[in-house]
T-cell receptor, first 117, second 111 residues
Framework: DTGVSQNPRHKITKRGQNVTFRCDPI?????LYWYRQTLGQGPEFLTY????????KSRLLSDRFSAERPKGSFSTLEIQRTEQGDSAMYLC???????????????FGPGTRLTVL | RKEVEQDPGPFNVPEGATVAFNCTYS??????FFWYRQDCRKEPKLLMS???SGNEDGRFTAQLNRASQYISLLIRDSKLSDSATYLC????????????FGAGTRLAVHP
């Protein structure tokens, strides 16, 4: 399967614990995005990497959240001291810029569903 | 007010019906526009891009009105397999390609 993969697919944790999610983008894609989706809402942008550089972070990404993309390949999203409000689907997407174009199609992974008890 | 607004539905239609979804966006600097489809508990998948000239892909037709900041999706001859949530999406561009999603419109096609 050459699509975007995410692990784990489901995570149940207790309030106050730390969790880490992994995203493996499509291999030739240099752009990687994290989004969060809660029930009944569309995905909300969290952060964006171009290669290993984190170029944009949403105000939704509090200081308990950190994302990395070492070597410009896979990415991790860590949430420290989880709260019940962090319960959501965390989606990763990747893309590759069209030659000469400002926008490109983002392909989403299956997501990691986090439940904080 | 949300940057991208959609009627949440649900739209309950019989097979074979024609159904139209509308969406408005507030940021006039938005550069590109899409409809994504999302099945229950699955990831969003690109259905089609939306252009000012209008574009068609089989039973699906999308239209953009930049002056009114309005996007539409028309589905003809609805199939049971069209049942899903349809997400209206805009991209502000500016080099970062951050997608702004509407909350989605739910479609249920029944026999």
């Amino acid at each position: 399967d050459t699509g975007v993969s995410q692990n784990p697919r489901h995570k149940i944790t207790k309030r106050g614990q730390n969790v880490t999610f992994r995203c493996d983008p499509i291999s030739e894609h240099n752009r990687l995005y994290w989004y969060r989706q809660t029930l009944g809402q569309g995905p909300e942008f969290l952060t964006y990497f171009q290669n290993e550089a984190q170029l944009e972070k949403s105000r939704l990404l509090s200081d308990r959240f950190s994302a990395e993309r070492p070597k410009g390949s896979f990415s991790t999203l860590e949430i420290q001291r989880t709260e019940q409000g962090d319960s959501a689907m965390y989606l990763c997407a990747s893309s590759s810029p069209l030659s000469g174009g400002p926008t490109d199609t983002q392909y989403f992974g299956p997501g990691t569903r986090l439940t904080v008890l | 007010r949300k940057e991208v607004e959609q009627d949440p539905g649900p739209f309950n239609v019989p097979e074979g019906a024609t159904v139209a979804f509308n969406c408005t966006y507030s940021n006039s600097a938005s550069q590109s526009f899409f409809w994504y489809r999302q099945d229950c508990r699955k990831e969003p998948k690109l259905l089609m891009s939306v252009y000012s000239s209008g574009n068609e892909d089989g039973r699906f037709t999308a239209q953009l009105n930049r002056a009114s900041q309005y996007i539409s999706l028309l589905i003809r001859d609805s199939k049971l397999s069209d049942s899903a949530t349809y997400l209206c999406v805009v991209n502000r561009g500016g080099g970062y390609n951050k997608l702004i999603f509407g909350a989605g419109t739910r479609l249920a096609v029944h026999p």
